[in-house]
Each structure stands twice: as structure tokens, then as C-alpha cells.
């Protein structure tokens, strides 16, 4: 098994985890420094986003995901793990528009950041058009 399917399973594996052994996000912030509350649609399942691209600044979060026609800014959380910051997706787009691109910008408002001076993204990066 390559490194990066062995790393993308670790980090769904902490993710998914994290809600049978934490009791759901209930009690935790969000990198964009609001509080995570149970009011996550539990019927999908959280998924870490796959992007065409990210950029981050000191207070935010840029990146672009595929998307069919439905998807919002409010289907994604940002997720700081110590220097690893991770684009989850809460909700999928299950419309049937032709897929595009789409770029979102979240705050990052997290403050643990001072404690870190580079950041590692945890998402797949979808290279191909």
C-alpha cells in the first residue's frame, strides 16, 4: 500500500473515531474558531474533501472542490490536527449538473495557528481536470 492511501486512511480513520469515541464534534471548535455542535447531518457521512486547489493567508481558506450543482460553503468545515489543517466535507452534492469546479474561502480563526509555523494539508489533491 503507497504512503498517501496509508495517510488518507489514518485520517479518515481519526475523523470517523473521533465521533464514536468523542460523542460527535460537541464539545471542540472548528479551525474557523465556532464552536462544532451536534447539529451535523448524521444520515452522510463526513467526508475529507478531495481539491483542485487550496491557498491559505492568515486568516483564511481558499480551495476549490467539484461540484454538481448543489454544493454550498456550508457543507465544509475546516479541521486543525495539530500543523495539519483538513478540508472535511459535512454534506455531498448529489445533484446531476454537469461537475465544475467551484472555489470556496472559509475563515481560519483557530488559535493554536501561533503555535505552528507551517501548516500540512490533509486532502487528496485531484491533479487532472
Given at each position: 500500500?503507497?504512503?498517501?492511501?496509508?495517510?488518507?486512511?489514518?485520517?479518515?480513520?481519526?475523523?470517523?473515531?473521533?465521533?464514536f469515541?468523542?460523542?460527535?464534534?460537541?464539545?471542540?471548535?472548528?479551525a474557523?474558531?465556532?464552536?462544532k455542535?451536534?447539529?451535523?447531518?448524521?444520515?452522510?457521512?463526513?467526508?475529507?474533501?478531495?481539491?483542485?486547489?487550496?491557498?491559505?493567508?492568515?486568516?483564511?481558506?481558499?480551495?476549490?472542490?467539484?461540484?454538481?450543482?448543489?454544493?454550498?460553503?456550508?457543507?465544509?468545515?475546516?479541521?486543525?490536527?495539530?500543523?495539519?489543517?483538513?478540508?472535511?466535507?459535512?454534506?455531498?452534492?448529489?445533484?446531476?449538473?454537469?461537475?465544475?469546479?467551484?472555489?470556496?474561502?472559509?475563515?481560519?480563526?483557530?488559535?493554536?495557528?501561533?503555535?505552528?509555523?507551517?501548516?500540512?494539508?490533509?486532502?487528496?489533491?485531484?491533479?487532472?481536470?
Open positions: 500500500m503507497n504512503i498517501l492511501k496509508l495517510r488518507l486512511l489514518s485520517v479518515t480513520f481519526a475523523v470517523i473515531s473521533s465521533f469515541l468523542g460523542g460527535g464534534f460537541s464539545s471542540q471548535t472548528w474557523s474558531g465556532e464552536q455542535s451536534n447539529s451535523i447531518d448524521h444520515s452522510n457521512p463526513v467526508r475529507i474533501a478531495t481539491l483542485k486547489s487550496i491557498s491559505i493567508d492568515n486568516s483564511s481558506v481558499v480551495f476549490s472542490v467539484k461540484s454538481h450543482g448543489c454544493t454550498n460553503k456550508e457543507d465544509f468545515r475546516l479541521l486543525l490536527d495539530g500543523p495539519e489543517l483538513i478540508v472535511l466535507r459535512l454534506k455531498p452534492d448529489l445533484c446531476r449538473k454537469m461537475p465544475e469546479w467551484k472555489q470556496f474561502n472559509l475563515q481560519l480563526n483557530d488559535p493554536e495557528l501561533k503555535d505552528w509555523d507551517a501548516l500540512y494539508i490533509g486532502n487528496p489533491l485531484n491533479w487532472r481536470s
